[in-house]
């Protein structure tokens, strides 16, 4: 178990980093495309070219993992690639942070170890084919009523003329993109178990491709909602929807199950708590220093400077410059080009 936990760290950690090396390459290189004069301008970009080579190193090392524990074990501990990248780019990127952040990333890796130590070795579960038209079904459903309720978010702000977002549409893209991430693990692991109960090797490569289908869709998602939302919530709700969508795919499709021991039980939920809130509190960490007492806010670095920093997104857009990630990094907010301070 603790072997599928430290290459789920070392996977999500080259996620999230080779993105911010590539979106950091990218500031000087036109938009990709297909010419032959653009491909070569990003192949020879040492900083894009490593950020590449290191998220593709973190897909596999993510298949790798899901092939040996539980989605329902790997997925909520993907979401500490945010405490990972938050090191990173204090250390690397010289980023300020707050005592807030420290907090998160304290929490994301106590609720780890957490889940190292309740998550206990399972048998190969025994997935019916039957049962995923079912779970195909719930996911089209959901997808079809947060679209409706989004059409009817949109209609209403135009008919007031509104031009910002209002926190629902926030929520909505959120929800869908984490869904979506949460799902393309869930394919994924659904090849390798096919496999074990016999069915062709085949299958592997089919269901990766679908989860890379899924996450790009989920990147769409997310960059719709980035373009005029706030980061914070979007970022934060496709966090706990991908987490949980994962636990929940994992037991309810795959035959996943809790801990038989009570201790272990309690210290796999408390596990997965305590990676939700650290995670929460990542995102958050430079709101939540606004609402601090003075006092405190002069005594505690702020972290203003850190790509944290909340804003509208404008006209920007954020695009995955990988087509390879299968297991997305939910902190695409990291990688948007933020001023200092945020404008109230």
């Not at 084919?129 to 195909?136: F, G, M, N, S, Y």
């Not at 499709?253 to 939920?269: I, K």
């Amino acid at each position: 178990m603790w072997e599928s936990i430290c290459l789920t760290l070392a996977a999500t950690a080259g996620n999230n980093i080779g993105k911010v090396l590539q979106k950091k390459g990218t500031g000087i290189l036109p938009p990709l495309s297909f010419k032959f004069k653009v491909i070569r301008a990003y192949a020879v970009n040492k900083s894009w070219l490593i950020g590449f080579l290191i998220d593709i190193s973190g897909a596999l090392l993510m298949l790798r993992a899901l092939s040996l524990a539980p989605v329902s074990i790997i997925q909520p501990v993907s979401g500490c690639g945010l405490a990972i990248l938050s090191i990173f780019s204090h250390f690397y990127l010289q980023e300020v942070m707050n005592v807030i952040d420290w907090l998160g990333i304290t929490l994301a890796g106590i609720g780890t170890i957490g889940v190292g130590a309740g998550g206990e070795e399972q048998v190969a579960s025994s997935v019916s084919v039957l049962q995923l038209p079912w779970l195909a079904f719930f996911v089209v459903i959901l997808f079809v009523l947060l679209n409706g309720w989004l059409r009817i978010c949109k209609r209403q702000r135009r008919e007031q003329e509104l031009m910002e977002y209002e926190v629902v549409e926030e929520i909505i893209y959120g929800l869908e993109s984490g869904i979506l991430f949460g799902m393309a693990s869930v394919i994924s692991k659904i090849g390798f178990v096919f496999v074990q109960q016999g069915f062709s090797k085949m299958l592997i490569p089919l269901c990766v491709s679908i989860s890379i289908c899924c996450s790009g869709t989920g990147f769409y998602y997310q960059t719709r909602g980035l373009k005029h939302g706030r980061a914070i919530v979007i970022s934060t709700c496709a966090a706990v929807a991908s987490i949980v969508t994962g636990v929940l795919a994992g037991m309810l499709a795959l035959g996943e199950r809790l801990p038989s021991a009570p201790v272990a039980r309690l210290s796999l939920l408390l596990g997965w708590l305590f990676i939700m809130m650290g995670v929460i509190l990542l995102v958050s960490s430079t709101r939540l220093m606004r609402h601090l007492p003075w006092p405190l806010q002069n005594l505690i670095p702020s972290g203003a400077d850190r790509n944290f920093s909340l804003r509208k997104t404008g006209s920007h857009r954020v695009k995955d410059t990988s087509p390879a990630a299968v297991i997305p990094a939910t902190t695409l907010h990291h990688l948007i080009p933020t001023p200092a301070k945020e404008k109230a």
